[in-house]
């Protein structure tokens, strides 16, 4: 009874397994094989390439509608400070000799007429010497009541006076000349801070040499790039607020200055220069600025950004043109505030339809039908 037990129990096991083979078997047999990719085509009609793509031939592929959209009243740019070059000022060596003393250092502030490197040179006595003759002689021709003598002798000791303005000397200083000195202090031609320093005591010069550079800070400039687009928004003399990093809580407030009449092809910009007020003088040259213009309302292009393909140096994009046909376009962009979304300069219009979602997929294929790896 027992081994007549086991042995059934055996078959219904061979059983069992030869079932579930055949059923194993049966649901290979019912796999289907994969399809295969279809291979994306190119139309060329009128000079364009077209790739012939439909909606459901990529699952996720959709279209999204390029809008014109209307600019608030504010526009934003970013800027440089610099320097007003009107503000700035360069004391050059105008003889041959050395430097005797110096007074101040880089980045001290300076006031106008304040002595800073004292020069040696024997031009400066020479000079000095003509000088003081031609005055002594002008007085004495001046008492001979002899006629001309007084004028010529006159025009002498202006020619001699221009001479030591010529070689630096300011007009104080040469009103106090009393005997000639191969010594001269060149002096601060403005008020400011000292942005460059060359003068070491001791050092040879000669005449072009450059000793000090002068810069004032307030006002300032910041120098801005500004979008072709936007040009018309703006006017020299308009109002605007400037925010550093520096200083994110504090506003600076200024106008345009200067517009840029060249433009950059590259780019489609141009620059701007804002003339700033600097209190405190926490603005300094080549820090970073956002700017805010206060403009008229304008409309500006805007596309998605996930529509936009970068390759390169350039941003391209996947139009819809209709009847399944997809065109590939170059896109010149601008800076938009908008989160997610770009304006588009160039390449797009209003109302033509994008690739958005797969769109480095449409871009694959792209290139694939042109023989190419994306």
């Not at 106008?255 to 003088?281: E, F, M, W, Y």
């Amino acid at each position: 009874m027992t081994t007549r037990f086991i042995a059934t129990l055996f078959g219904c096991v061979l059983l069992a397994v030869a079932v579930a083979g055949c059923q194993g078997e049966s649901t290979t047999r019912a796999s289907p094989e994969p399809t295969p990719a279809a291979v994306p085509q190119l139309v060329q009609e009128d000079g364009h390439e077209y790739l012939l793509l439909r909606q459901s031939d990529v699952p996720g592929m959709n279209f999204a509608e390029v809008k014109d959209v209307a600019l608030p009243g504010i526009l934003e740019t970013t800027g440089q400070v610099t320097f007003d070059d009107q503000r700035v000022s360069t004391i050059v060596s105008r003889v041959q000799g050395r430097i005797e003393d110096v007074r101040v250092s880089l980045w001290d502030s300076v006031r106008r007429g304040e002595p800073i490197v004292k020069l040696y040179s024997p031009d400066f006595m020479t000079a000095e010497a003509e000088y003081l003759q031609a005055l002594r002689t002008s007085k004495v021709s001046q008492g001979t009541g002899i006629d001309g003598t007084g004028d010529l002798a006159a025009s002498m000791a202006a020619a001699a006076k221009r001479k030591l303005q010529l070689l630096g000397m300011e007009e104080g200083d040469i009103a106090k000349l009393s005997e000639p000195a191969p010594t001269v202090w060149m002096r601060a031609s403005i008020s400011g801070t000292v942005v460059q320093n060359k003068s070491l005591r001791g050092a040879a010069i000669n005449p072009g040499d450059v000793l000090y550079m002068l810069g004032t800070l307030d006002p300032i400039w910041i120098t801005a790039d500004l979008f072709e687009v936007d040009l018309a928004r703006v006017h020299v003399g308009q109002e605007l607020e400037a925010v550093t990093t520096a200083f994110p809580e504090q506003v600076f407030r200024g106008n345009i200055a200067r517009v840029s009449p060249n433009l950059d092809p590259a780019t489609h910009t141009l620059q701007i220069r804002c003339a700033v007020r600097n209190p405190g003088l926490k603005l300094k040259p080549q820090m970073l600025a956002r700017i805010k213009i206060v403009t008229s309302a304008g409309n500006a292009l805007m596309v998605p950004q996930d529509a936009l393909i970068f390759e390169i140096d350039s941003y391209y994009a996947y139009v819809e043109v209709g009847d399944g046909r997809i065109e590939r376009r170059k896109v010149t962009i601008a800076s938009w505030t908008e989160r997610g979304s770009v304006r588009v300069l160039s390449g797009l219009g209003a109302g033509d339809r994008v690739v958005v979602g797969e769109t480095l997929q449409v871009n694959a294929l792209w290139h694939s039908a042109h023989g190419e790896s994306s």
